[in-house]
């Protein structure tokens, strides 16, 4: 008994290319902003309570815009 062989359909993720590259850089930003928090200096600096959260929240803005984005579609 012989198998017919099936047609094979393309292979579709559910992201694109541009959405992965912006998924690691809002991943990398995330990481700059801890990174921005660490350190010996006095625990009510401007770089901790000011810069280093809005790096992160720029961060987790570009997270959700790279889920949100729309693939790129090639014809």
Known sequence: ???????????????????????LISMAVVVIGFILMIGDTDIYDFRKIVLAPLVVMIGFVLGFYSILKKP???A
């Open 72 to 74: 790129d579609v090639k």
């Open 1 to 23: 008994m012989a198998l017919k062989p099936t047609e094979t359909k393309p292979l579709h993720f559910v992201f694109g290319k541009s959405n992965y590259r912006w998924m």
